[in-house]
């Protein structure tokens, strides 16, 4: 079976740094995936790491440790708007199914 | 584009009912998804196509979900009869397995209540 875990929520002030963990157990693993969801809305992708290392898009970066069962999402120079539900997502084996988080409420404050 | 398109927005419904929900992906995605999210259970994938073909199923809760890919640029999930416990919302997403493949770009969802 598939289980992740990551915290259900996170407070960060505007222009902080904060960092969104999550670990996995799969019996496939092939890469690790984050999604963004404003309330309301779609998940919009925003990253995705299938080998060992940081992977850097403009404010966002994502983090796997495949030894580890460990990534996570850093997002520099908090916005207001980013406030919203992050998910990591695994991929398992070389199919296309994904196994979502709980997700993880980041809640930005002025 | 215009991205995932998802027909209905909101739907309500009353317990026993046939729901028809329907989704357009991108033009030129091999893969379609459905997913369904709620509070307790989170994003579950629930069934998947590649080409038309249905290559998953397994997240199919039971048998009064049905879903169907009549060809390239139309889906649709069914539930018949509804029951309460089957209000959430519904995504479809869709993707290509060329590229950056690993995305999955989600439509809007169809929010489903069942009374």
């Known amino acids: 079976g598939q289980s992740l875990e990551q915290p259900s929520e996170v407070t960060a002030v505007e222009g902080a740094i904060v960092q969104i963990n999550c670990t996995y157990q799969?019996?496939?693993?092939?890469?690790l995936s984050w999604y963004q969801q404003h309330d309301g809305g779609a998940p919009t992708f925003l990253s995705y790491?299938?080998?060992?290392g940081l992977e850097e898009t403009g404010r966002f970066s994502s983090f796997l440790s495949r030894s580890d069962s460990y990534g996570y999402l850093l997002l520099q120079e908090l916005q207001m708007k980013d406030s919203a539900s992050y998910f990591c997502a695994v991929r398992e084996g070389n199919f296309n199914k994904f196994y979502f988080g709980s997700g993880t409420k980041l809640n930005v404050k002025p | 584009d215009a991205g995932v398109i998802q027909s209905p927005r909101h739907e309500v419904t009353e317990m026993g009912q046939e729901v028809t929900l329907r989704c357009k992906p991108i033009?030129?995605?091999?893969?379609l998804f459905w997913y369904r999210q709620t509070m307790m259970r989170g994003l579950e994938l629930l069934i998947y196509f590649n080409n038309n073909v249905p290559i998953d199923d397994s997240g199919m809760p039971e048998d009064r979900f049905s879903a169907k890919m009549p060809n390239a640029s139309f889906s649709t999930l069914k539930i018949q009869p509804s029951e309460p416990r089957d209000s959430a919302v519904y995504f479809c997403?869709?993707?290509?397995?060329?590229?950056?493949?690993?995305?999955?770009?989600f439509g809007p969802g169809t929010r489903l209540l069942v009374l």
């Open positions: 790491n299938a080998l060992d």
């Open positions: 033009s030129g995605h091999d893969y």
């Open positions: 997403a869709s993707r290509t397995s060329g590229g950056a493949g690993e995305t999955q770009y």
């Open positions: 799969t019996s496939g693993f092939y890469g």
